[in-house]
């Protein structure tokens, strides 16, 4: 098979640096990118460059190779066009179908997918006209990425930050598998948990497990890619960039998670668990370092339980027709055990996924089978957590009506 071709342009911002890793990332995936840049983006990463990561000659204007008509080919042949940068110049030329270089002309003539991923200062992002130049672009079908929160050039900080080049790339896989869909959560809000509770028993130890949070980072991505406000609560997932315009909440413990799922599910549509929440937690914390005792044998260490997060939202909805989506792990008798779980924690849906040493933890894949409290039961075939994060979103669309 053909590998899937993608323009990645790029305009004139100081993270142009970071589109080098979201090259890396797509040629090494297995896609042929060819990149386009402006010429201002030249200023911050040369062309040398580009070319001898995407294997490819490299032009910012039209009048290059002019037999081959680049500023209609490129666009024409491309599965997908990503702009990493996009200044507020490029999102206006590109609201407006200006084309007065290559990169403008291949957004002209692209009839696939396009993604921009925003870059520049809050003030430019906040300013009508680049708002009204999103909304253009959105409503003509292309996904343009929020842009992240942090650190900007010099010392400012505030919405504008480019996001992660990882994060970028897997929307640009979702788009590339699923096209750029309708927005069909957006006016939602949706509450999703991520990660695993650590539960100290002293500074410097915890109990805890073995959960990424890659899965429900991929649940928040897919949710906001489909237009919904997500609110991201995240136990001890270090390593993981925030997704991009998601709300992310830093937890550490189950008891801590609790009140922060509660606090975002009062006016949320959807509530999904995907947090591995420890089910208890040392009796007691000792303020000081627990030392061993020569010639002693340890304590034992006593456990309390924890509040069963997902079974209290279930039972005491926040809201009439909240959807709540709970997971589960189970190592034995998978399907027989999910069913159980579900009458027993009382969701709308259980994703069931067997677990074990080389399984689901931790793993880019997942394989799983969505059980529904109306008897339903969709397989989710071993595949990208992103395509099982979408499969969970349709059902709770179908059931959000
Ligand atoms: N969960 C929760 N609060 C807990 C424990 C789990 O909200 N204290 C949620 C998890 O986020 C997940 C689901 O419940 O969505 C399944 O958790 P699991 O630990 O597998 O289920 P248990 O009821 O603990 O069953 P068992 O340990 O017997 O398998």
């Keep these: 098979m053909d590998k899937p071709k993608v323009v990645l342009g790029v305009s004139g911002g100081i993270a142009a640096y970071k589109a080098c890793e979201l090259l890396r990332r797509l040629t090494e995936s297995g896609h042929d990118v060819r990149v386009v840049p402006t010429a201002s983006a030249l200023h911050f990463v040369g062309a040398a460059t580009w070319s001898a990561l995407s294997g490819h000659p490299v032009s910012t204007e039209v009048w290059d190779d002019v037999h081959e008509v680049p500023h209609v080919r490129i666009g024409q042949q491309a599965d997908l066009v990503v702009v990493a940068p996009a200044t507020a110049d490029m999102l206006a030329k590109a609201a407006h179908g200006l084309a007065d270089d290559l990169l403008t002309n291949t957004l002209l003539t692209a009839r696939c997918p396009v993604v921009f991923a925003p870059a520049m200062h809050t003030e430019m992002w906040e300013h009508p006209a680049t708002q009204e130049n999103v909304a253009t672009l959105r409503r003509r079908g292309a996904v343009v990425i929020e842009p992240a929160v942090g650190r900007l050039t010099g010392v400012d900080t505030g919405k504008g930050r480019l996001p992660e080049p990882a994060e970028i790339f897997e929307v640009c896989r979702r788009v590339l598998v699923r096209g750029a869909t309708e927005p069909d959560l957006s006016g939602r809000h949706v509450v999703v948990s991520a990660g695993g509770t650590r539960e100290p028993l002293d500074p410097v130890r915890f109990l805890g497990n073995r959960s ?32 991009a315009g998601v709300d992310v909440v830093q937890v550490g413990t189950a008891v801590q998670l609790r009140e922060a799922v509660l606090k975002a599910a009062a006016d949320a549509d959807a509530v999904v668990m995907a947090a591995a929440v420890a089910d208890f937690r040392p009796a007691t914390y000792a303020a000081g370092k627990i030392k061993k005792q020569d010639g002693q044998d340890p304590e034992p260490v006593v456990l309390v339980r924890n509040p069963d997060i997902l079974a209290e939202i279930s039972t005491d909805r926040a809201r009439p027709g909240q959807v709540i989506v709970g997971f589960a792990a189970e190592t034995d008798d998978v399907l027989a055990n999910g069913r159980k779980k ?16 080389r399984k689901t933890f931790g793993s880019e894949q997942n394989e799983a089978v969505v059980l529904g409290a109306d008897g339903s039961e969709t397989p989710v075939p071993y595949g990208p957590k992103e395509a099982l994060a979408d499969t969970v979103w349709d059902l709770v669309a179908a059931r959000l009506g």
Excluded: F, I, M
Excluded at 215 to 226: C, D, F, M, N, S
Excluded at 344 to 352: E, T
């Design 342 to 357: 579900l009458e027993r924690k009382g969701c709308d849906l259980l994703v069931v996924n067997e677990v074990g040493e």
């Design 212 to 243: 990424s949070g890659k899965q429900g980072y991929a649940l928040a991505r897919t949710a906001a890619a489909r237009g919904a406000r997500v609110t991201l609560v995240a136990a001890n997932t270090t390593g993981l960039p925030d997704p």
